[in-house]
């Protein structure tokens, strides 16, 4: 049977629609996967880190076991063992009904943007920041303001300037004080202890995502913001990098003021987190699997990065500037005057080699010249060549 000819058809689209655009990194990432280039843009944990024959014990048990709890709908908050787990394994007293299993900590930016944001409500973010925050944030319509970094600390001083008031009050500050994306930068604990400060005072409520605190190299990070506040963050966190991100598991903490409005975003999106997923994984990690496993993340991200540190020392033309990232999964670098890296991808690609232009990362006023490289997924021998490459690739620029 063939289909006829209908008139053609006016969509109208929702105005939020003109501020929807495709991820800057998914799309580079579809030119990076070339086989003959080397891609430092991904944000991909390392495949070699996937705990395989531990999903498939469990897959196993949970589908022997409890099977019509794995197949069938659940409660929207999330399995009651799983909120228990993740509670207990925060370092400040949680308690887990206020704890929100969600499909990745991605969903969790999406809940809480229909939460707080009001078209035309102020936002405040670091500069720079995570940008499937800015994409998450961006369809309900906020004004966003970056707020200024000194070194890897928030610039409290400018946050308290950029607070706002009456109509005007932000109604939130997102930051990820751990091994940031994009920049790999740390919150020091006395920046934390000001920021906790002067949020309260400030009644500026904090959203703190934290899905690379565990991925640590020389010591662990100082303690969240949301252990030093009480009821005046909501706190994100995931299983994606300790784990594997295609389970799409991560959780949210929240107060009692906007826990049920959270529950019930939630329920409208998805009504739940999928059931199977949340079982097989309280069933991989209930005997303290992640105490066993993440050391080993830890010790092949630290052997990556210091490869990549290396290369760069050896390769990179005077003037070329990056940080030592003390975990996570990406190194930020910033060009000599006059480079655009943006300017620079396509030759950087023609060339075999492939990173994530800086200005992604901006609310407004991008610094173009910063690129974000991760470090955790091209085996260290390739790094050293890459990271040649690259560095040619920028000395023809200057
Ligand atoms: C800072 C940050 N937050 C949230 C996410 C989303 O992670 P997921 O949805 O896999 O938990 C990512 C993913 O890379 C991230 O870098």
Redesign the pocket.
Known sequence: MSATASPALHWTLAERTKVMAPSAVREILKISQRADVISFAG?LPSPKTFPVEEFARACAKVLHDQSTAALQYSASEGMPSLRRMVAEALPWDVNPDRVLITT????A?DLIAKVFIDPGSRILVETPT?L??LQAFSPMQPVVDGVPAIGEDVDIEALKALRGTGRDAARYFYV?PNFQ?PSGGMMSDANRSALADACQALELPIIE?N?YGELWFDQPPPAPISSRVTDGTVY?G?F?KVLA?GL?L?YIVAPDAVFPKLVQAKQAADLHTPSFNQLIVEEVIKDGFLDRHVPGIRALYKAQRDAMLEALREHMPEGVTWNTPNGGMFLWLRMPEGIDTSALFDTAVANGVAFVPGSAFYASRPDVRTMRLSFVTVPAERIRVGIAKLAAVIRQAQ
């Open positions: 944000g990745g900590s991605q969903q930016l995570y499937g925050a990820l994306n995502d899905p994100m995931s994606s991100p799409r991560g």
